[in-house]
């Protein structure tokens, strides 16, 4: 953490002001970040932490000419006299829409263009030594559509870094990726800050990260900065996160409850640990998760030794389902979860008719899918898919709710959509272009478009990616709603916190198998399995398995209750089993 | 009807997409990949005026023998290929169609295949020509032609988006697919089947444009951010750029030789 620059950003009563709008953004801001910090910006959203990072390269006011007032200056250029090709060799941007900013074919030529734009002659020295840093050798010649979500993240970060700036600005990083490739990303952060004296400035919703890896914390509310504190203490401040919709880490949201408000509270598993570890715990009953569903009658959905494989340029055939085997039943709610590339889309999709088996056969409600058109299974199936824009076909959101029912000629189509809309509260949006709302709206907005249909099984890609957390409150609370009208519900997703608190079975998938299928609970028993399927248990899993407790709670609520449940007497606790974490 | 069935394999949205991405990207080692771009670019100039020198038959169907050697060895992609074969076929047969009615379809026709040559030979040889240079090479060589560099990125970052479009737009397409009614009856051949698909992919250009539009903002800050206008006037940066070009004796001898069997043909034919 020691800098290897004196790179500091100093911003002094800035005010902006986006063209056409009348409320100003950032409302004399003050903030001084020193050369070699880890920090995290965090704020609700529309709070202008964006706005404020984009001053730091200059995107704000060069690019978006809007009204500025105060003072902005990053290594020593005050930054509205600089121009943001200046700026832009001190500080290195990764948006938080990444897959935009990647403008080249070719791994190696996106991590060139900054090099080549600005006429650096080892520049093929530039792109290797970068790519050694992050771990990324051997990419070079790839193609940057056919990479994971996770490398393409790492490619935009390893552009960003080619010019060799002082400081780094990455806008929430664990947003648009699953929790494990988003820990690799803080994990490389890490480094450049450690070893390479590197300034970090992350946006960022997840505090658990944020108590890993940053140093200090910067709260933005309506355009000023509320303070700027070390991670501990900033991570206490339990009333100014959440009035600004951030989550304490459910490490500390535990110890809020258990231990009250004496002391600071722990931020960290660790931490947590160091405090849980001499209280007494409940070995107790199973009180969380959702109630277990025994199996009834004819599978709806039924795999049968499936295999699937489709075709790149450059990596050959990649197979994605391997001779799989799985029988969905009515009233279940599932869960599919696996890392990006383990095969969770493809049976979603296989499901929907839009893709066919290679070999094997999937049945959908008695129906072999191979025999029929997509259109006639959407009869019964209901697909929304992970990017909400995806589905937006019609100029409105009203008009995308009804172009189903409108287009089967449905009796009282007005009725029916007027009732959807109702449901899930979309009166005011529905007569807007949906890609035009935020992302949380976006969801809910597809999510209208899928029940209008009627279905009785739906199909759910990622519901809860790229949201924050009060967005993600609300699309959970709409899957709870929308279960109880239709029989079963398939979620694919990385969010084991939806998992564990909302499925009552669990499939996870892994190199195109099935390697373990049961209730949350037991899933969760076997880190192993989770291990190998690259997947991350919750804080609060990982919490009580640290602590031994069998079964571990899924949720801090229960975690919570068992410590309620028991006196203070230190017989019944089972022994803590601590590991090096 | 396995022929059908081969025919919609052919036709699917996934092998046209991997065919037309193989065409932009995997030319490497085709043989007029090999070759410096400028001297490509000034050799199709020159194939743009030479059919028009000649109004004998045999000597197009010659050049056109030329051309097409040249596009087989450079991968042309047979879906391009295909639409062209169509294309002509159907230009020849509606003039004949609209003939009927004023004269002799059959020497209407005869007197339109030279014309139909000419611009079919410019066709191959555009296809040759654009399929062996990927979109480095070709924007490379525009630049060094003094081609605004705005334009040239344009090219390469067309390419760019190439698969991301084709992805959207399926996308796009199974959207309406999946909340719309397939005809009850597919009719002959399936056609009412293929008339709906058809409807269905020329209403999904709409939300891609809408969506690719929104996109794009974000791309121009990363642009900018990364010095894109600073390379606009930045000598350096364009000499790095075209730093790999060079002249050898293959790239001229390639076009000698392309002039030579030009001559050859006018001369024995």
Known sequence: MTATHNSRIDVEKLQFRYPGTDEAVLDGADLAIEPGEFVAVIGGNGSGKTTLCKAFNGIIPHFYEGDMQGQVTVAGHDVSESSVSELSQHVGYVFQEFDNQLVSPTVFEEVAFAPMNYGHEDYRERVHRTLDLLDLDGLEDRFVWELSGGQKHLIALAAALSLDPDILVVDEPAAQLDPVNARETYDRLATLNEDHGKTVVTIEHQTEFIAEYCDSVVLVEDGVVSWKLPVETALNQLEDLRAQDVHPPQVTRIAERVLGDDGPLPVTLADGLAQFIDRSVDGGVRTDGAPETNPTGEPVISFDNVSHSYDTLRSGTKDVLDNLSVDLYPDERVVLVGSNGAGKSTLIQLVTGLETPDEGTVTVDGTDTTGVLPEQLAEEVVYVKQNPEEMFIDDSVRADVAHYLADRSYPNVEQRVDDVIEFLDLEDLQTRDGRLLSVGQQRRASLAIGLATNPSIVLLDEPTGSLDLASREEVGRTINRAGERVETVVIATHDLELAASWATRMVVLDGGEVIADGPPGDVFADLGVLEQANLRPPQVVRLGTELGLDPAPLTVEAFVNRFGTTGSSATETTKPIVGEQ | ?269
């Open chain 2, 1 to 269: 009807m396995p022929a059908l069935d081969k025919l919609r394999d052919a036709t699917s949205v996934e092998t046209i997409k991997a065919d037309l991405l193989r065409t932009a990207y995997e030319n490497e080692g085709s043989f007029l990949h090999r070759l410096d771009p400028r001297v490509l670019l000034l050799w199709y100039v020159v194939f743009l005026f030479v059919p028009w020198l000649f109004y004998d038959t045999a000597v197009l169907l010659g050049l056109l023998a030329f051309v097409s050697v040249l596009a087989v060895l450079s991968r042309v992609s047979l879906f391009l290929v295909g639409l062209m074969a169509f294309t002509v076929a159907s230009t020849l047969a509606s003039y004949a169609v609209v003939t009927v009615f004023t004269g002799d379809p059959v020497a209407a026709v005869r007197a339109l295949v030279p014309f139909t040559l000419k611009l079919t030979i410019i066709s191959v040889s555009s296809l040759a020509v654009f399929s062996s240079m990927g979109p480095k090479t070709l924007s490379q060589g525009l630049r060094s032609l003094g081609i605004p560099r705005q334009f040239t990125f344009l090219i390469t970052y067309g390419y760019r988006m190439l698969p991301v479009l084709f992805e959207e737009y399926h996308d796009l397409v199974n959207s309406f697919r999946l909340r719309s009614t397939a005809p009850n009856s597919p009719g002959w051949f399936r056609w009412r089947h293929y008339a709906y698909l058809l409807k269905l992919s020329m209403r999904a250009f709409y939300p891609m444009i809408f969506n690719v539009a929104k996109r794009s903002r974000v791309t121009v800050e990363a642009m900018e951010a990364r010095g894109f206008s600073h390379s606009l006037n930045d000598e350096a940066s364009t000499k790095l750029r075209l730093a790999e070009m060079q002249l050898r004796p293959i790239d001229v001898g390639f076009f000698v030789g392309s002039l030579l069997v030009v001559a050859g043909l006018a001369r024995f034919l």
